[in-house]
Nanobody, 123 residues
């Protein structure tokens, strides 16, 4: 069974950048659909970005122009580059995967989840 571990979160100021990484072990994720979600205190978990097995990507509207999702199959990882961070981006960020290579947008569509990495943006 595949395991996912996120890293790269931290405390930054508004306007700064962070790069999150999701490392997979136990299975190759080359043919998986992969995604990033986030959850802030008192709010539901929301879709951030998705990437298909072939490298096609989709971003939530509020992240377009600021965030980029990508995958490195040689390293069995998925990354989320976050630029121009805002205080409202503060949340626990999760990596997710499914054994089917399309992009998925809902929590229940994913089979595997990491434990999350905290991103805090101060004003």
């Amino acid at each position: 069974q595949v395991q996912l571990v996120e890293s790269g979160g931290g405390l930054v100021q508004a306007g700064d950048s962070l790069r999150l990484s999701c490392a997979a072990s136990g299975d190759t994720i080359r043919r998986y659909g992969m995604g990033w979600f986030r959850q802030a205190p008192g709010k539901d978990r929301e879709f951030v970005a998705g990437v298909s097995w072939s490298g096609g990507t989709t971003l939530a509207d509020s992240m377009k122009g600021r965030f980029t999702i990508s995958r490195d199959n040689a390293k069995n990882t998925v990354s989320l580059q976050m630029n121009s961070l805002k205080p409202e981006d503060t949340a626990l960020y999760y990596c997710a995967g499914r054994k089917f290579g399309a992009i998925f947008y809902r929590e229940y569509e994913y089979d595997y989840w990491g434990q999350g990495t905290q991103v805090t943006v101060s004003s």
